[in-house]
Nanobody
Framework: VQLVESGGGLVQAGGSLSISCVVT????????VGWFRQAPGKEREFVAS????????YYADFAKGRFTISKDNAKNTVYLQMNSLRPDDTAVYYC????????????????????WGQGTQVTVSS
């Protein structure tokens, strides 16, 4: 199983950035994919998640109205569109996959996720 993030970079405050995560090696669609982030000196925190069907989506409060998670099942890719970025959005962003039976109860719990990508750096300058 592999999750590979891409699309991170440097953006000015107020700008937008889209990052993506290609998921390979999972033969079943019965899993969810989450985005987490970790800033220096801070714990990893939940950003957003979606079931592979796309029917069940969750957002952290800080992400609501600014971030959008979406999926392209044909490309096995999950996207995170981030708008109105702020300097405190600066972090390494990770995607992760969780088996469906845990998704609804543990969608925002990092330790419950089964597979992780390597992360992509997002830096928002003021």
């Amino acid at each position: 199983v592999q999750l590979v993030e891409s699309g991170g970079g440097l953006v000015q405050a107020g700008g937008s950035l889209s990052i993506s995560c290609v998921v390979t090696g999972l033969s079943s669609s019965d899993y969810g994919v989450g985005w987490f982030r970790q800033a220096p000196g801070k714990e990893r925190e939940f950003v957003a998640s979606a079931s592979w069907s796309g029917a069940t989506i969750y957002y952290a409060d800080f992400a609501k109205g600014r971030f959008t998670i979406s999926k392209d099942n044909a490309k096995n890719t999950v996207y995170l569109q981030m708008n109105s970025l702020r300097p405190d959005d600066t972090a390494v962003y990770y995607c992760a996959a969780i088996f469906w039976e845990k998704y609804v109860s543990d969608y925002d719990v990092p330790r419950s996720y089964d597979y992780w990508g390597q992360g992509t750096q997002v830096t928002v300058s003021s």
